[in-house]
C-alpha cells in the first residue's frame, strides 16, 4: 500500500527556515509528480508546491521565492526547503502525489512564531 512520511517540522522564528522531507513506498516514485499540501488551522488543505517527472516544479504565489521543492527519484523522497518563513505559513504539511486526494500520511507540523 501507499505509504508517504513526511518528517522535519518545528517551531521557528519568522524569518528562519525549515527543511522538510517526505519519504514514499508503494509507488512508482519516479513516474508521479509529486506535490507538498498545508492546512492551516480552520482552513481548508492548499496546494504549496508540486514537481513534475520531467523537472518542472510550480508553487503557490504566497510562498514563490521562498520555498524550492525538490525530488530524489533514488530515495523516493521528496523536499521542501522553506525559507524567510512567516507565521502564516503555519500549519500541517503533507506531500502526495499530484492531484490525489487519498493516501494522506500523518503530515508534519510547522509552527511560526512572530
Known amino acids: 500500500q501507499v505509504q508517504l512520511v513526511e518528517s522535519g517540522g518545528g517551531l521557528v522564528q519568522a524569518g528562519g527556515s525549515l527543511r522538510l522531507s517526505c519519504a514514499a513506498s508503494?509507488?512508482?516514485?519516479?513516474?508521479?509528480?509529486m506535490a507538498w499540501y498545508r492546512q492551516a488551522p480552520g482552513k481548508q488543505r492548499e496546494l504549496v508546491a508540486s514537481?513534475?517527472?520531467?523537472?518542472?516544479?510550480n508553487y503557490a504565489d504566497s510562498v514563490k521565492d521562498r520555498f524550492t521543492i525538490s525530488r530524489d527519484n533514488a530515495k523516493n523522497t521528496i523536499y521542501l526547503q522553506m525559507n524567510s518563513l512567516k507565521p502564516e505559513d503555519t500549519g500541517v504539511y503533507y506531500c502526495?502525489?499530484?492531484?490525489?486526494?487519498?493516501?494522506w500520511g500523518q503530515g508534519t507540523q510547522v509552527t511560526v512564531s512572530s
Open positions: 508503494g509507488i512508482i516514485f519516479s513516474r508521479n509528480a
Open positions: 502526495n502525489r499530484l492531484g490525489f486526494k487519498a493516501d
Open positions: 514537481f513534475t517527472t520531467g523537472g518542472s516544479s
